[in-house]
């Protein structure tokens, strides 16, 4: 069982700033691609950024140049740096990992951003 543990949530003030973090259990190697979904209520969840073992990123278009999604190989992370944010990016935001034809999920981390 793939375990992820993401950190790195909260509330902060438009225009500002967080970074989220992302450990799996083993290594991000493991995984083909790793990312980030977000979830507001009633929404579906949205692909937000994501890499992959090659070092491909992707990101959604309202998202693309104020976040960035990075690998931390030395502390075995993947985190989304998200910079200039909007009340609009207020969601639940969840870790996905994919190994060989199975998705994980982490638990989700709330960032609520007021205006």
């Known amino acids: 069982q793939v375990q992820l543990v993401e950190y790195g949530g909260g509330v902060v003030q438009d225009g500002g700033y967080l970074r989220l973090t992302c450990r799996p259990s083993?290594?991000?190697?493991?995984?083909?691609?790793m990312g980030w979904y977000r979830q507001a209520p009633g929404q579906q969840r949205d692909l937000v950024a994501a890499i992959t073992r090659s070092g491909i990123t992707n990101y959604m278009d309202s998202v693309r140049g104020r976040f960035t999604i990075s690998r931390d190989i030395a502390k075995n992370t993947v985190s989304l740096q998200m910079n200039s944010l909007k009340p609009e990016d207020t969601a639940v935001y969840y870790c996905?990992?994919?190994?060989?034809?199975?998705?994980?999920w982490g638990h989700g981390t709330q960032v609520t951003v007021s205006s």
């Open positions: 083993g290594t991000i190697f493991n995984f083909e691609t």
């Open positions: 996905k990992a994919n190994r060989g034809g199975r998705i994980n």
